[in-house]
């Protein structure tokens, strides 16, 4: 398939953050370094040593401090993401890249020196710390269950809580914490920067999960009295389930974007297998069940892309994209596991053994159905909508 590039700008970098993918980060991903809870940080520094030299470092944020727009930047973390470990040498992983996203959109200047400034320079990475234990009842899929707690003391606040899957809390530099502000039910949330590590954030466990992808994995957190000034809010206080939007819509379409990347590598490694392997006297390729697959897979990697696009330009156009995000979130993330599904299929034992990055695509993908809002909270939060909309319709 031909690519597509919103702009010569976009094409420029995307060639060049796809060469440097594959010519020297695919090379790393037998790396020892890279465990069951993610490559480790010096493994991380190495490649973003490499990523600087090579002039693709943070290629979605411009020397000036733009970003490219949302259709640019498709263009550009689909390429990233060609390897598991591509966004992270690069510096479009999340929670980081959707961290960038919302500091430089309603980040202080002090702030955005102190906590945005590292990250843009690839020398730290950060979490956001949302989700809660379910034994807890705490915040999930529903964010108004959120439990932990900000109390005001004058000019600082006082925080407590315990949060749960915090994606690379683990040798972070710097947080998010969102925390109730409002009494029980009155639906107010702050945001809150901090510096990491802290005594009052103790990472309690590393959870074990499907997916290995992220430094640092997910962890349990214990947030203990942790006192932070008013300079640390986020935004304006009470307004965090506000600015959660802004971050969290274009944050999905950019998981789209870079495991976009990571199943198209699948079908290449899928197809080069089954146009070299043989069985019953010819090409596997050749066998209507395995050439349909990778049919298949071409077709839903077009439209995957075509969605991708679609939200991108919503985005783009200065509208919150929740809605759009939603169906794109849903449709891609549900599209992208059955393509890496049929790739471990089509080659059979070697789809499921760890030689091959398809494995590995296959845990990530299935994830991705979780992340970032299931599926079904998805389509429940439509159906909401379609309903709204055709009562108002009727007056």
Not at 213 to 220: E, T
Not at 240 to 262: K, N
Request: glycine residues 10%; hydrophobic residues 40%; charged residues 25%.
């Amino acid at each position: 398939m031909t690519p597509f590039y919103p702009s010569e700008r976009s094409r420029e970098l995307t060639q060049r953050v796809e060469a440097f993918v594959r010519d020297v980060v695919i090379a790393y991903e037998r790396d020892p370094r890279c465990g069951a809870h993610g490559p480790s940080d010096e493994l991380m520094h190495e490649m973003r040593a490499k990523a600087r030299a090579a002039g693709v470092l943070t290629p979605h944020i411009l020397p000036d401090g733009s970003h490219l727009t949302q259709r640019e930047t498709a263009v550009v973390l689909r390429a990233s993401g060609l390897s598991p470990l591509g966004p992270v040498a690069v510096n479009t992983m999340a929670p980081d890249e959707g961290n960038m996203f919302l500091l430089g959109k309603i980040g202080t200047p002090w702030q955005k020196d102190r906590f945005l400034a590292p990250l843009v320079r690839g020398e730290a990475r950060s979490a956001f710390f949302m989700t809660e234990p379910a034994s807890e009842q705490g915040a999930g899929s529903d964010p108004s269950m959120l439990q932990t707690t900000a109390v005001r003391e004058g000019s600082q606040w006082r925080v407590n809580g315990r949060k749960m899957f915090i994606t690379g809390a683990q040798g972070a530099k710097a947080g998010i914490v969102m925390a109730r502000t409002g009494g029980a039910g009155e639906g107010k949330a702050t945001m809150f920067l901090v510096d990491l590590p802290n005594p009052a954030v103790r990472i309690e466990r590393i959870v074990d999960t499907i997916d290995s992808s992220m430094p640092g994995g997910h962890a349990q957190v214990l947030i203990e009295d942790l006192v932070l000034s008013d300079e640390h809010v986020l935004g304006e206080a009470d307004e965090g389930f506000r600015y959660a939007q802004v971050r969290l819509a274009p944050a999905r379409l950019s998981h789209c974007m870079r495991w976009l990347g990571s199943a198209t590598r699948a079908q290449e490694i899928a197809t080069a297998y089954a146009t070299t392997r043989k069985s019953f006297g010819k090409l596997l390729i050749d066998h209507e069940g395995v050439g349909f697959m990778l049919a298949e897979n071409a077709i839903e990697l077009q439209q995957c892309t075509l969605m991708i696009d679609w939200c991108a330009s919503v985005l783009d156009s200065g509208s919150a994209g929740g809605t759009e995000s939603s169906m794109a979130k849903v449709a891609v993330s549900e599209a992208l596991f059955r393509i890496a599904d049929r790739c471990v299929q089509v080659m059979g034992g070697s789809g499921v053994a760890r030689d091959s990055i398809v494995e590995q695509v296959f845990r990530e993908t299935r994830a991705f159905r979780i992340y970032d809002g299931p599926s079904e909270v998805h389509k429940w939060s439509l159906a909401r909508k379609i309903k709204r909309d055709a009562l108002s319709a009727r007056g």
